[in-house]
């Protein structure tokens, strides 16, 4: 278990020493923005995929009222109408990404659930991951219509509360174990993976089953034989 307390943040600013490393550090940027009512984040780093840029990011919580430039490598953002207000100084708006994100999405959900009035996210990412944050966010006081949609609609709250949560399993890990036992072929591999969520991973086991994987599951676990 691990406890967070984010009482004591009081800057608005993640440095490059803290981002560069892993880009979805670039997911402090609308939660920052909404308490503070301004933000300096780093670029974000550490993507083996390739360049992927938040221009989306930017669009949607400039959208909500806020000025954003790039300066030698950070994201500055501050609302011009209200800057050091602080909490519930950014606007609702109806944002329509031009592609699917999935940290666009996260971003924009947890900028819009301390902002004045409502925001909508069309073409919102489905990834389980996106509705685990938003019934965490639920939890913790939030007000948001249409989880597990392409469609969010988020009432503004005038602030959060804390909650506990057990965090979705990871995807990519049980799915990578998955293919171990594929990979061991004839050797008799037996595996069973505890804690883990079939049901985000449909696909997967789908293919694996075809390739001739014996797999069971439950409402936690998977046996791969």
């Not at 923005?33 to 083996?48: N, Q, T």
């Not at 360049?51 to 954003?68: E, F, N, T």
């Not at 890990?173 to 171990?180: I, Q, S």
């Amino acid at each position: 278990m691990v406890v967070l307390d984010g009482s004591d943040i009081h800057t608005p600013e993640a440095s490059y020493d803290l981002v560069k490393t892993m880009r979805a550090s670039v997911l402090v940027l609308g939660p920052l923005l909404a308490r503070f009512g301004h933000a300096k984040v780093s670029l974000p780093g550490g993507c083996a995929i390739g360049a992927r840029p938040v221009d989306q990011h930017i669009k949607g919580l400039k959208a909500m009222g806020a000025a954003i430039s790039i300066e030698h490598g950070y994201i500055q953002a501050y609302i011009q109408a209200s800057f050091g207000k602080g909490l519930n100084a950014l606007q609702g708006a109806k944002i329509v990404t031009d592609m699917i994100t999935v940290t666009g999405t996260e971003n924009l959900m947890m900028a819009a659930v301390l902002a004045k009035g409502q925001t909508v996210l069309e073409n919102a990412a489905r990834e389980p991951e996106v509705t685990d944050l938003a019934e965490l966010l639920v939890k913790m006081g939030a007000k948001i219509k249409g989880i597990g949609t392409d469609r969010l609609v988020i009432d503004g709250v005038e602030a959060l509360h804390g909650a506990e949560h057990a965090i979705i399993a990871d995807r990519i890990e049980t799915g990578t174990f998955m293919c171990a036992a594929a990979i061991m072929g004839h050797t008799g591999a037996d595996l069973m993976l505890k804690n883990a969520r079939p049901d985000t991973l449909d696909a997967v086991i789908e293919k694996l089953r075809e390739a001739g994987l014996g797999i069971q599951t439950g409402e936690n676990w998977i046996h791969v034989q």
